[in-house]
């Protein structure tokens, strides 16, 4: 064999020869080598293209030790079976095997959940077959037992006793019953000899069992029986089991004759635990005590776990022990006169007094142990022999007294703590009015820093009518804090405005806020912070607070028409007439251009019934808005209200020649229709059609009054032209579509919806009206299929899915409410349709409560208010009818498919909220159990 030169020179092994090439190795790639697979290579039925199993690691086995390397040396090879080790050691289970499991595994498990209810069906007929076939005894014999309901008392004694019907073979004497007789009886049946023994000849003696064990002393030497020494045992051992459960703790007994039995419910164990746990945890507390005895937690930790466990003199007992090795803890003193009986508290509370003669808690302790008020005052002023200067055991001690004591009892305790803020202020209290300005006077010479010092001096000031003092103390009270550098915290300040509004000092609050509103607020961000501020008193109830705050807003921001008319609101919310008024007055001088300042106060004076002060109002509002449109349509509502219709007519004309809008246009039509003069609305209507002709209610009541007349064909055609001005108005179109199935004209109809769709895309109110067409044709799959496409474009549609449950059957409407609120939980028609379903599965309470709910989230949807007013007026009550009525006039709905359809009906133009309220109730079915739609 011809050896190369260069490995005869390298003759020791490289470490890579012998292994197996890395994973995508191709020989020569670096020098421009292509690679080339062979079927060898990647195995049969495979691409060269796929990635290779290699790639992926093995799944991972369970149980199985890490591989070990071969052991390849010499020692281990031989000549027949090769290197040392087994051959079936290789695991054959590969991953191809564990996936057919898993597959394997998923297919049972769905042919068991198919199987699974049938499996449970014959389970549960099976159980009724095998129940019927063999009932159990009381089953059988249940009509007999109601048949016993009619047996009289007389045939019940005449029953006859059954006996014992067995013959004497069948019974047996071994099993009957012997009572041995007492003492007393055997002794009387000795022929009324009084003796002290028994004879064991005469054969009694074996019938007192354990006679051989009682002890000595039972058996006379002469082998007699002594009764009394008997007697006498049974005593003794009752005295060990006495002495057993007693115990000493400073010469006292701590058993409680009284409460005995009490003490044994307390004894029971009620750890519920590992009785493993508790003996570990009693090692490491007992380990605790032992390496720091003088450490209190610890015996107090040990108390506490014996306690859990039910032992409750054990705890005790350590609890005493650490009062002995932590005598200067008042906790652990605490906790010993916790465990004790109530008695035995008063003598460790008593000792625990001498020991720490200075620790508040435990002379409270004392005084709760007192049954009697004389006891506690006792106590209390003990404590305070002690600690004259604790101020929580001052206040305590006044609490138990009268006023007149109380007093007595502050005086001496604001000269022993100076610093308490709070007995001045309680001395104060109960002082008249000029001793109670020295108190206050001392009290602010005690403590320079504390505000509440002169915010009850402003109080007192207000209770006496001394009102001009109150501004100045509270001018005073800012400045010297700030001169003592005292940190004013403005929110802390506002909330003790709100509590002294609270309280009934209106002034005080007032002046609180006055002087502290604008501290430490920027310039920039002052108007916003303040409405806050407003915003927020008035969610508390501090309406006084809120209007100081919209007066000093109103006062640096005169101008601000964002502020006079947040103020405004406020007051028609929370104030009278008369605020709102006058706030108005002072507003329209300031900001006269602002339309809805003037219109507030027209409005006000025609609500109070003084239409000649709101035709003023509304007189001045012209000459501040000239040719304004608000201000033209509020007067002719106004004069229209009032049957005023000429001067209307007059100002409309006026209108139409001076500031001629769509909406005036629409105004001067809509009075002439109502009043049927429909030949002038119709002129008025072509009119502002040449002016306005993109504004589609023209439009709209052009082809309503058409209808109204009988011109069916003629309004079509104004529906026709209209939807090529106004394609973006849904009005017209459903109004368009509506005329043609009237007609009978459901293809047009269908075709007409389809395009309004074609030009309003993702309108769920379009769709609706497709899904409803069908249903009115009896094409229910057809509706339903239409539903699927319209949530398909409008997937969050709330009045789709409102109308998506009332589609399916009866027994599927609670799933389908279900899906309807996780998709739009806050929608109001999605929650009012969930209430009409309770209402129709006859669940009236619940009803009401999801009514409650509707009418929440959207006070302005009026058909809630509707379905909730006729459930109250078929089930409900005058006072709930009533309160309902309420609600819903203060909310002043606008809208909703059935309030619209009522309110914009020209013969209800004049009707006010309970009218429509009434009579959309009327007018709504009625919800009833039913495979029908609702």
Partial sequence: MNVPPAALLNKTKKNFIGLNAPLGYVAGVGRGATGFTTRSDIGPARDASDVSDDRHAPPAKRNKKPEEEEDLNDANYDEFTGYGGSLCDKDPYDKDDEEADAIYDSIDDRMDQKRKEYREQRRREELENYRQERPKI??????????????????????????????????NPRMERFTPLPDSVIARGLGGESVAAIDPASGLASMMPGTTTMGPGMVTPSGDLDLRKIGQARNTLMGLKLNQVSDSVGGQTV??????????????????????????????LKSVRETNPNHPPAWIASARLEEVTGKVQSARNLIIKGTEMCPKSEDVWLEAARLQTPDMAKAIIAQAVRTLPYSPRIWIKGADLELELKGKKKVFRKALEQIPNSELLWKLAVDLEEEEDAKILLSRAVECCPTSVDLWLALAKLETYENGRKVLNKARESNPKDRHIWITAAKLEEANNNDTLVEKIIERAITTLLANMVELNRDQWIKDAVEAEQGGSVLTCQAIIRHIIGHSVEDEDSKHTWMEDAESCAAQGAYECARAIYGHALTAFPKKKTVWLAAAHFERTHGTRESLEALLQKAVTHCPQEETLWLMGAKSKWLAGNVPAARSILAFAFKANPNSEEIWLAAVKLESENNEYERARRLLAKARSQAPTPKVMMKSAHLEWALNNLDMAKSLLDEGLKQFSDFHKLWMMKAQILEQQGYNEAAWDVYRESTKKCTQSIPLWTLQASLEERRGKYTTARATLEKSRVRNPMNDQLWLLAVRLELRLGNKEVSRSVMARAQQECPNSGLLWAAAIFLEDHARRKSRS???????????????????????????????????????????????????????LLFGTELQQQEVLERCVKADPRHGEHWQATSKNILNWRKKTPELLRIVADNLPIPVPSNQTF
């Fill in 818 to 872: 279900v899906d309807a609120l996780k998709r739009c939980q806050d929608d109001a028609r999605v929650v009012l349709a969930v209430a009409i379903v309770f209402w129709m599965d006859g669940r009236k309470n619940k009803a009401r409560e999801w009514f409650n709910k509707t009418v929440k989230i959207d006070p302005d949807l009026g058909d809630a208010w509707s379905y909730f007013y006729k459930l109250e």
């Fill in 255 to 284: 058993v409680d004759p009284k409460g005995y039995l009490t003490d044994l419910q307390s004894m029971l164990p009620q750890y519920g635990g590992d009785i493993n746990d508790v003996k570990k945890a009693r090692l490491l």
């Fill in 138 to 171: 009381q089953q059988m014999f249940t009509d007999l037992k109601r048949d016993l309901s009619r047996v009289s008392v007389d045939e019940w004694s005449n029953i006859p006793d059954v006996g014992d019907a067995r013959n004497r073979k069948q019974r």
